[in-house]
């Protein structure tokens, strides 16, 4: 059939055999782009579909090195002819939807936001993407959905085992060729012990670290370079389909975006990818599934359709569709699909076809530059402003230029994740002793920018870590017992606490861990001498950040609007229900509740802007005026001087 012609990389290749064409193996880059792109637009259905990366990587580890090792025992590998393959590969369609996304961000996007797409489109050209976006993952880092070429961190770590792979493997090829399997077996082990121990302290650099990534690409690479002989009986080759084939299924369905990922977690799916490929191509499942034309067709436009399904996803949701269109995901998922297929079919085969050429390994090389060069005017010259005429209404929203700290009491009372449990009181700089009336503010960056309207606080308060016992990273939990102890000397007036309630929803539904813990909280602060507990309910969470919203509502309508003063337009669901159950933990406990969604929301939605500025700078962070709006409802009700 037309579909399984040979092209680069749709190879298996052991030492000694030549390489032979393996349908079953582009069947298996179809089951990886379906859930990686069911994830992506279809999250709550197939939780942890992102797990097909990780296929990818195990294929990619197997075929380039069966390229590689075959290469070497011909003794006809070049290191030229090697990346210029790799040019031919990789460049056409990465080269047209780079292009493609310019031109969208172009009209699309706020200066800000194009200039961080030129960033983004510099890395994704020089495959250094993945390194690119571990910079960038801080704590008020743009949202996920909101990047457009965030998907491309994974052909940066590829890339950069294409740099390290080939030497090394050439090297044990010529000097240790009987020790080839133990060394590359030695430094997959290496790699998944680091990242597997960089998950609990630093999952950004678990996840796009090439160090920790790399034994996925070397599973694949061993079994290019000793295939299991006793998977050629039949028996052993049902077993290793089926078992690998329920591992990477089940990954995909029962594996969360919350779990610590990838760590020991990334075995399951690694593991199923290496137990198909090893099972061979007449096993049952590799036979009858994987080699059907249909997923084969769907596996050779894989690569084609990872570049554009995500970009289509994330340039609707920058133009404030919200995560719950699932009429406009299936739309855009079909547009991706007949875009990869037309990429694929014009752009991609076409230039693999043939020989080596140096004209298009040139043209190629020149083209993707091209479009780099073209981001990189784009981040000198500030996303080039003057595209828009912004009305004066929202003139000022158009640029992200607030101050995330300008409303937190940082370097008083801001306790350092850095820091040693007896080194805290010294950063916190907490008084010796403190007066009946005192009230003391705990929790996180949220209630850290309650500061402006509670200036007279003793404020508690670190990013990403709940008030509560036993919720969070182990170090937000040696924070948490820092803090109860200082509470249990001090002994406050009144305690206030207040986070991100809802970035955590899954663990407050029908009272789960969450909510309990939140109970032994209200009673381990009694127990150390507090008498006033208030608990600050959910804010208005919005999908995403609030002026982007409206600027995106005027850029859409074409019309000058007032700022409304409320507003439904992009709001999430979870509050409600979160609050439901912590109002009745808080109260089972003795503690005083306090709604938020009452104070700033109402029929006709949520507050937009208060004393002059808007309530939130993102998605749901307190501006200054209401943080004072807020301490002014406690005042009112008596529960804060």
């Not at 580890?61 to 590998?77: K, M, N, V, W, Y």
């Amino acid at each position: 059939m037309a579909v399984q012609t040979a092209l680069p990389d749709t190879f298996s290749a052991q030492p000694g055999s030549g390489l032979a064409y393996r349908a079953d193996v582009d069947g298996l880059r179809g089951i990886a782009i379906l859930a990686v792109v069911a994830y992506h637009a279809f999250p709550s259905w197939v939780s942890g579909g992102f797990v097909g990366v990780d296929v990818f990587f195990v294929i990619s580890g197997f075929l380039i090195t069966g390229i590689i090792a075959d290469g070497l025992e011909r003794q006809t590998f070049s290191f030229a002819h090697f990346y210029a393959r790799r040019v031919r590969r990789l460049f056409p369609a990465l080269a047209v939807v780079l292009a493609a996304c310019w031109a969208i961000g172009w009209f699309e996007l706020l200066p800000p936001e194009l200039v961080q797409l030129g960033r983004h489109m510099i890395g994704g050209a020089g495959f250094v993407a993945n390194l690119v976006f571990w910079s960038e993952a801080w704590y008020f880092d743009t949202v996920a959905a909101a990047k457009p070429l965030l998907h491309l961190w994974s052909l940066g770590v590829e890339e950069q085992f294409y740099l390290f792979w080939p030497l090394t493997l050439v090297i044990l090829w010529r000097v240790a060729r009987r020790h080839v399997v133990a060394a590359t077996a030695l430094i997959a082990v290496a790699s998944l012990a680091w990242g597997i121990s960089l998950v609990p302290d630093d999952r950004a650099a678990s996840f796009y670290s090439p160090a920790s990534r790399m034994w996925e690409l070397l599973a694949g690479a061993l079994l290019a370079l000793r295939p299991l002989p006793a998977l050629r009986a039949n028996v052993p080759s049902l077993l290793a389909s089926l078992c690998g084939s329920a591992l990477v299924v089940s990954s995909a369905f029962m594996l969360e975006p919350s779990a610590w990922f990838p760590g020991w977690r990334a075995v399951l799916p690694v593991a199923g990818a290496a137990l198909i490929l090893a099972a061979g191509p007449q096993a049952l499942v590799n036979r009858a599934l994987l080699s059907r034309p249909w997923m084969v067709w769907l596996g050779l436009v894989s690569y084609p359709l990872y570049l554009w399904h995500w970009p289509l996803l994330s340039f609707a949701y920058i133009g404030g569709h919200e995560e719950s269109e699932i009429g406009l995901r299936a739309v855009l998922l079909a547009l991706s699909v007949l875009l990869a297929w037309a990429t694929w079919r014009l752009v991609d085969t076409p230039i693999r076809r043939g020989g080596p050429s140096a004209v298009k390994v040139a043209g190629l090389s020149a083209a993707v530059a091209g479009v780099a060069a073209i981001a990189w005017l784009g981040v000198t010259h500030r996303g080039y402003p003057g595209r828009f005429d912004f009305p004066a209404a929202i003139a000022r929203l158009a640029v992200d230029d607030y101050d995330h700290e300008a409303g937190a009491r940082r370097h008083t009372c801001w306790v350092d994740e850095a820091a040693p449990a007896d080194g805290y009181a010294a950063e916190c700089r907490t008084p010796a002793r403190a007066p009946a009336d005192t009230v003391l503010l705990w929790g996180d960056s949220y209630a850290a920018r309650l500061h402006p309207g509670l200036p007279d606080a003793l404020q508690f308060t670190r990013n990403s870590c709940p008030p509560l016992l036993m919720v969070g990273h182990p170090s937000c939990q040696r924070s948490t017992e820092f803090v109860l102890g200082e509470i249990s000397r001090l002994k406050p007036g009144a305690v206030v606490l207040f986070a991100d309630w809802a970035s955590r929803h899954a663990s407050w539904e029908r009272g789960g861990y969450d909510a309990r813990q939140l109970g032994a909280t209200l009673d381990a602060l009694k127990a150390a001498g507090v008498t006033r507990i208030i608990v600050l309910g959910p804010a208005p969470r919005w999908t995403w950040n609030l002026p982007r919203l409206l600027v995106a509502r005027w850029m859409h309508g074409g019309t000058e609007p007032e700022i409304p003063e409320r507003a439904a337009l992009g709001l999430h669901s979870r509050s409600p229900s979160i609050e439901r159950v912590m109002r009745a933990e808080v109260e089972r406990h003795g503690g005083t509740y306090v709604s938020l969604l009452d104070l700033l929301c109402n029929a006709d939605g949520c507050l937009v802007r208060t004393g002059g500025e808007l309530t939130s700078w993102d998605t749901g962070h307190f501006t200054a005026p209401t943080a004072r709006l807020v301490a002014g409802a406690l005042q009112q009700r008596g529960l804060v001087p």
